[in-house]
């Protein structure tokens, strides 16, 4: 046995002494998979977000543009891209398909997914950082099936973004919330197929809409909205939501929006449809927040001066 005079045991004690005095070295070679909201413009990225795109050494994009957009943070490091079209698909059995042509395009689809999965895997094992960068806000239509795929202990983390409702919200400088007598802002897109909330069912309860407009049938879906929103109800679009030099507000109403607009030639994917009262009535509310008013007492205090 070692005394505890020995010289032998002076390096052991002085690795534990550092372990405690720096708990990070410990884990500096500790991998982990991140899913980064790079916000609806380059600038929009968040300081959390930057800091992880920093330490990354592997990144995934979707896209071949998206690196040109990235380049500065990215660098020369290895980017792997997994495109948009891999989420076709997903959730179905390739067997349960009858059409060959889809059928090997969901046989191809899974493939990809399960490949980029491996080397997520194989690269975090190896103590890589390796982070997906996605547009805007992720859990607002980016790509999330990683983590669905990936183990549920898998050391990962989703860093929020500033998404096109945030950035197209700031554009009009109006808060979609503020409805004055409404409170609550339903997020959609177009009616797709199978999927049961239609947007006419939606539109009854009269509050702020914000709608993603990929692939909107415009005509149709003012249609709709006449039937639900007096003509005069504002309506907005905001085209590059967040760009500093490509942004652009066009104003309308839902009963002149179709005669006003161009919306066939409105940038696909890249434009936000709001709709709704907050637009113009502002922070206002029908009953002049006094209904909250012992709450915000005893939250905030009484002073309006802030003291």
């Known amino acids: 046995m070692y005394s505890i005079k020995s010289k032998k045991w002076i390096p052991m004690i002085c ?20 899913i980064v909201g790079m916000g609806s413009s380059p600038d929009l990225i968040t300081l959390r977000g930057l800091e992880t795109v920093k330490q990354a050494d592997i990144f995934i994009l979707e896209d071949k543009p998206d690196l040109e957009a990235w380049k500065s943070w990215i660098g020369e ?17 390739p067997e349960t398909l009858k059409d060959p042509k889809k059928r090997d395009m969901a046989i191809r689809n899974a493939e990809a997914r399960k490949e980029i999965i491996a080397k997520i895997r ?28 990936l183990p549920k202990d898998f050391p990962s983390e989703i860093i929020p973004g500033i998404g096109a409702f945030q950035a197209s919200s700031a554009a009009v400088k109006m808060s979609p919330p503020y409805g004055y007598d409404t409170s609550s802002v339903i997020l959609t ?23 993603y407009t990929m692939k909107l049938d415009y005509p149709k879906l003012f249609d709709e909205l006449k039937k639900h929103y007096f003509k005069n109800t504002p309506v907005a679009v905001v085209l590059y939501a967040g760009d500093r030099e490509k942004e652009k507000v066009l104003r309308s109403t839902v009963g002149r929006f179709l005669k006003e607009i161009d919306h066939q030639n409105l940038p696909p994917e890249m ?8 637009l113009t009535v502002g922070q206002a509310r029908k009953e ?7 709450f915000i007492k005893q939250q905030h205090g009484d002073d309006p001066g802030g003291k």
């Open 15 to 34: 690795f534990f002494l550092m372990a405690l005095a720096l708990p990070g070295t410990l884990q500096a070679a500790q991998g982990k998979f991140y």
């Open 77 to 93: 490091k290895p980017v792997w891209y997994l495109g948009h079209i891999s989420r076709v698909f997903y959730g179905v059995d």
């Open 122 to 149: 194989e690269a975090v094992d190896q103590g890589k950082k390796v982070a997906a960068l996605q547009w805007g806000d992720p859990m607002m239509y980016g790509t999330t099936f990683y983590l669905e795929m």
């Open 189 to 211: 897109m177009t009616d797709w197929p199978g999927r049961k909330d239609k947007n006419k069912e939606l539109m009854q309860h009269k509050t702020s809409m914000v709608f």
């Open 271 to 278: 434009h936000m449809l709001l709709v709704g009262k907050f």
């Open 288 to 294: 002049g927040t006094t209904t909250h008013h012992q």
